[in-house]
C-alpha cells in the first residue's frame, strides 16, 4: 500500500484495536471515542494531504522498492536538497496543528529512515539485526503506519548516578528468550500518540545511560501496538467534548500520552534490532544519527509554533488595542528573536549537514541541539507566559460560543466589543490565547516541550560532556601566557 489516506489511518486502528484504557474504562475503538477522535481525525487529515492535488507532490516520493509515491518523511536523505525537501513536507505537516501536535508521524519516520540508512551498524550485535531493521523500514514504508515510542523507564528511584542499573521488577526487561523471540516485562514512560499509532518502537536513550550490569534492559524493538500483553494506559483526555470556538486546541489536537505496561509480551525475532549490548544501545542516537533526524522534524515544528504564537500575541496586541505601550512591543519582540534564532539553527544544521559513515546526509547535531534546549527550557515557558501577560483579563472575559445564541447577547457585543474588533472576534481570539497558556491543553504544551526530548538537566550535561571545549580552553590559554 502506498501512502495512506486518512479514512485508511482510520480504518487500521479499528480494525487492530490495541488495548487501551482511559478514566476506568477500557476503549473499545479509539476512532470514535470522545477522548481520542478529534486528535485522531487531526491526524488523518495530515494523511489526506498526501492525496491532495495541492500537496501531494511536497508530501511524497517515489518509493525505491515500488515505485509508488510514499511518505517522504521515510526517505533516507542522501544529500542536503534531500534535507531541505523533508524540512518542507514536515513544515508542511507541522502547520496543519500550528505546531501542537509534535509527534505526528514524521518524527519517528525520520528516526527509522536514519536506522535504516546506517543499518551495518547493528550487525556488530549479531548479523541478522541489520536486516531486521531494513525490512522494518520498508515495512512501515510501503504500508504507511503510524508510530509511537517509549525509552524512559518507570523509575522506583531516583537515587542513581548517570548510569541506569535496574533490577526491581518495573523496568521493561528481558525474562525469557525462545526459538520465537525474546519475552519482555515491566513498564515504560510515555508513549505520546500511543493509543491511535499502529506501532511502537522501544529503544534506548542517551538521556538514560545504561549501566554495565543493565544487560536485559538493553535492547531495541518495534511491535504492533495492538499486541497481546500490552497495555496504554492514558491520562485525562485534554479534549472536553467542546466546540472548536471554546476549545480551539484542545478539541481538535490531543495526541494524547500514555504509560505502557508490558505483560511477558512475545517480541518475535525479526522485530529485534539490539540486544543485550549496553554499550550499543548507549551509542545508537549518536551512532545511527537518529537524534539528528528527529531533531530537524523537532525544530521545523519549533518555527511553526513560534510563528503562531508571534502571530497570536501581534492579534492579541492589535485587539487589545495595546500595540504603542513599549513594554508590550518588547515582550513581542522578544518572540520574533526567538523565531529568527530557531530559524537560523535550522539554517545552520542544514549548512552543516555531513554525510555519516554509510553515507547517510544528516543535519549538524549541534545547532539542533542548542534550538530545542533553548526552546524547552527558555523559549516556550516565556512565550507561554508572554501570552498570559499581554493577555491578562481578557483570558478569563471568555463566555462560550452559545452564549452568544442566548438573550445576553447584546449585552455581550456592547461590552466586549474593542476600538478594533467586534466582540465574537475578539473572545473567539482569546478563547485561543487561553488554549495556549492557560488551559490544561496548554498546560500540558508547556511540559510537554521541557520535557518530551529527554530531561533538560540531563540534556544539557551531555552538551557539556561532548562538547569538544579544548579549541576555547586552548585559546584562553594563549591569552594567559602572552606577553604583551
Ligand atoms: C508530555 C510528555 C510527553 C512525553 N512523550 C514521550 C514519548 O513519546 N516517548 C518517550 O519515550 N518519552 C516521552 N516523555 C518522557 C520523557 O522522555 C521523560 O519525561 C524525560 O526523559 C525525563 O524523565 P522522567 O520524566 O522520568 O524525569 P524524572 O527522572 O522524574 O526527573 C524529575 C526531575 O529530577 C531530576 N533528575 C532525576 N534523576 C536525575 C539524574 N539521574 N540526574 C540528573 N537529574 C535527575 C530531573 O532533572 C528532573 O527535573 C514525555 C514526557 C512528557 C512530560
Redesign the pocket.
Known amino acids: 500500500m502506498p501512502a495512506r489516506t486518512g479514512q485508511q489511518y482510520m480504518d487500521g486502528l479499528s480494525n487492530h484495536p490495541a488495548e487501551v484504557w482511559i478514566g476506568g474504562e477500557k476503549v473499545k475503538d479509539v476512532t470514535t471515542h470522545p477522548a481520542f477522535q478529534n486528535g485522531v481525525r487531526s491526524l488523518a487529515s495530515l494523511y489526506d494531504m498526501q492525496h491532495d492535488p495541492a500537496t501531494r507532490d511536497e508530501m511524497t516520493f517515489k518509493s525505491p522498492s515500488s515505485g509508488e509515491p510514499v511518505g517522504l518523511s521515510f526517505i533516507v536523505p542522501k544529500t542536503v536538497a534531500d534535507l531541505e525537501r523533508r524540512r518542507r513536507m514536515m513544515t508542511n505537516w507541522a502547520w496543519e496543528s500550528c505546531g501542537m501536535m509534535a509527534?505526528t508521524p514524521d518524527f519517528l519516520n525520520s528516526a527509522v529512515s536514519g536506522w535504516a540508512g546506517s543499518s551495518d551498524y547493528f550487525i556488530d550485535n549479531r548479523p541478522e539485526f541489520k536486516k531486521n531493521v531494513e525490512r522494518y523500514h520498508e515495512y512501515i514504508r510501503e504500508n504507511d503506519l503510524t508510530l509511537?515510542?517509549?525509552?524512559?523507564n518507570l523509575?522506583r528511584s531516583?537515587n542513581?548516578?548517570?548510569f541506569d542499573n535496574i533490577e526491581d521488577n518495573v523496568a521493561l526487561t528481558v525474562v525469557d528468550k525462545n526459538s520465537d523471540g525474546i519475552v519482555v516485562h515491566g513498564s515504560?514512560?510515555?508513549?505520546?500518540?500511543g493509543p491511535i499509532s499502529d506501532e511502537i518502537a522501544v529503544y534506548p536513550?542517551r538521556?538514560?545511560l545504561l549501566g554495565d550490569a543493565a544487560k536485559r534492559q538493553a535492547f531495541s524493538f518495534a511491535l504492533p501496538c495492538a499486541t497481546p500483553g500490552m497495555k496504554f494506559v492514558c491520562r485525562e483526555s485534554l479534549d472536553m467534548g467542546r466546540s472548536n470556538f471554546d476549545h480551539p486546541l484542545g478539541a481538535r489536537f490531543e495526541e494524547m500520552?500514555a504509560l505502557v505496561f508490558f505483560d511477558d509480551v512475545l517480541v518475535p525475532w525479526e522485530r529485534v534490532f539490539l540486544l543485550g549490548d549496553v554499550d550499543m544501545c548507549n551509542n545508537y542516537s549518536n551512532a545511527t544519527s537518529s537524534t539528528a533526524h528527529t531533531g530537524q522534524q523537532v525544530a521545523n515544528r519549533t518555527i511553526v509554533k513560534t510563528e503562531f504564537l508571534l502571530g497570536l500575541t501581534s492579534l492579541m496586541a492589535e485587539t487589545l488595542g495595546s500595540t504603542q505601550i513599549p513594554h508590550v512591543q518588547e515582550r513581542i519582540g522578544e518572540i520574533v528573536v526567538y523565531l529568527e534564532t530557531l530559524k537560523a539553527c535550522v539554517r545552520a544544521s542544514e549548512a552543516d549537514a555531513k554525510p555519516n559513515k554509510w553515507g547517510v546526509m544528516c543535519p549538524a547535531q549541534g545547532p539542533l541541539s542548542a534550538a530545542r534546549t533553548l526552546f524547552s527550557g527558555t523559549m516556550y515557558p516565556r512565550m507561554a507566559e508572554i501570552v498570559q501577560l499581554l493577555g491578562s483579563s481578557s483570558l478569563m472575559a471568555l463566555p462560550a460560543e452559545a452564549d452568544f445564541d442566548t438573550p445576553i447577547a447584546p449585552e455581550l457585543e456592547r461590552y466586549l466589543g474593542t476600538e478594533s474588533s467586534g466582540a465574537k472576534d475578539r473572545v473567539r481570539l482569546f478563547h485561543l490565547a487561553w488554549d495556549v497558556a492557560c488551559s490544561a491543553f496548554g498546560g500540558?504544551q508547556v511540559?510537554?516541550e521541557?520535557?518530551?526530548?529527554?530531561?533538560?538537566?540531563?540534556n544539557t550535561?551531555l552538551m557539556y560532556q561532548g562538547y569538544n571545549k579544548q579549541p576555547a580552553m586552548g585559546r584562553v590559554t594563549r591569552f594567559l601566557e602572552r606577553e604583551g
Request: charged share 25%; no cysteine.
Open positions: 509527534r509511537t515510542h517509549t525509552l524512559v523509575q531516583r542513581h548516578t548517570i515504560r514512560i510515555l508513549a505520546t500518540l536513550t538521556t538514560h500520552d500540558r511540559l510537554y521541557r520535557f518530551f526530548g529527554g530531561d533538560p538537566v540531563r550535561m
